[in-house]
Every structure is written in C-alpha cells, then in structure tokens.
C-alpha cells in the first residue's frame, strides 16, 4: 500500500512539473505573439517550440494554400534537404 502511494505522488509531481512546464511555454509564446510583426519569425518561433514541447527532434509547419499543404516553417533539419515541401490534402505521402 506504502509503495502505491508513492508511485501515485511521482505521477502526480510528474504531471504537475508538465503542467508547469506547458504554463510557462504558453507564456512565453504569448509574448513572443506580443512583440511579433514578421509572419515567418513568427512560424518558425512556433514550430520551434512545437518541437521543444513535443520533445522531438524535428519538426514542421504546414498550411493549406489552393488545396495543398505546403511547408512554411521546418525545425530540427536544414531546409535545403527539402527546399519546397508540398503534398495535396487527402493524398497519400510517397
């Protein structure tokens, strides 16, 4: 019973610390936004902080333009390796 409980208050420290952790990454992006005129540093800032919330090593920022998702922001990996990324919306990535 001893070592339940335990385990139970770990879980319950490690979601507080994540909590905590997203608190202080929304208000770190919120002012950022604040301060932000540029559309670009404001998709790479994003996509950035996508990756460091996520805990992953590279990611990407896509939108929908004339029903296509185009890449507009990329993390973790040199753009060059993919200058222009695009796939049309329902198709399957080859």
Do not use: C
Not at 14 to 37: D, I, P, R, W
Not at 52 to 72: G, I, P, T
């Amino acid at each position: 019973m001893r070592a339940e409980l335990q385990r139970a208050l770990r879980q319950v420290q490690q979601v507080n610390s994540h909590k905590a952790h997203l608190l202080h990454t929304s208000f770190a992006v919120s002012e950022m936004l604040s301060g932000m005129h540029d559309l670009q540093e404001l998709q790479d800032y994003l996509v950035r902080i996508a990756a460091e919330v996520s805990h992953v090593e590279s990611a990407a920022l896509f939108l929908v333009q004339d029903n296509r998702l185009h890449r507009v922001a990329l993390s973790g990996m040199a753009a060059e390796f993919l200058p222009e990324e695009s796939y049309g919306v329902g198709e399957p990535i080859r």
